[in-house]
């Protein structure tokens, strides 16, 4: 099998391709979050173990912040955000190891328990754009890494090479979705944010080609 990685920190698309027949077996999404509260209360939809696990991996006490309230079943904040100071705010974010991790494990429960991936193929880092580059630069080692732990060959493909493999105009980020097969179009119904599937998607389809001449 065929994996496609569309990584980020806060929605990371994957695509499973079967390179015995050409089709895309499954397609997801590995949500993550920047703070306690929407970690909790949207990404782990507010189960109280997975809250609990959760807080474990911040490595800090946060019980003078924040509270579990069993009537709402989701995680609150025992101040007001608007009366906290800059360090007690501070202290809600979710640090850049406990991301990383939750990404990983999701990684392996939503697709390595499931799949014997051979190959994977992560979209590279566009150091010319803004944005946190360094942090992306971990999210895709951490990445990468993991998954040559599991046996796994991965290969970066440079934005560039992506967008002009799937025929895609610069700057037009909707031809990624426009230029797609029917046959993994139909991977895309029911989610929202549909730009990271598509990624995934023809990174695994690019996977496809690689591995057929390599």
């Known amino acids: 099998m065929i994996l496609g990685i569309d990584q980020s920190l806060t929605s990371t698309g994957w695509a499973v391709l079967d390179h015995e027949n050409g089709e895309i077996r499954d397609a ?36 003078d912040l924040v509270e579990y309230d069993e009537k709402k079943c989701k995680l609150v904040t025992k101040i007001p955000k608007s009366k906290m100071t800059k360090v007690q705010k501070k202290r809600l974010r979710m640090n850049i190891e406990g991301r990383l991790q939750h990404i990983l494990d999701q990684l392996w429960d939503q697709v390595l328990l499931d799949f014997d991936i051979y190959w994977s193929f992560q979209e590279n880092i566009s150091f010319g754009s803004s944005g946190q580059v360094v942090t992306l630069g971990q999210l895709l080692g951490a990445i990468q890494g993991f998954l040559i732990s ?14 002009s493999f799937a025929k895609a105009r610069p700057k037009h980020k909707e031809d990624m979705e426009a230029n797609m097969q029917d046959r993994d179009r139909v991977h895309l119904e029911g989610f929202k944010k549909k730009d990271d599937i598509v990624d995934a998607i023809w990174l695994a389809r690019y996977g496809e080609i690689y591995v057929k001449e390599k």
Do not use: F, H, R
């Not at 929407?38 to 946060?62: F, H, P, W």
């Open 150 to 163: 599991q046996g796994v060959a991965v290969k970066g493909v440079a934005p560039t090479t992506l967008k």
């Open 28 to 63: 997801g999404v590995i949500e993550s979050a920047g703070n306690v509260l929407d970690m909790a209360n949207k990404v782990l939809k507010g189960e109280l173990c997975d809250i609990q696990k959760y807080i474990l991996s911040k490595q800090k006490d946060l019980g």
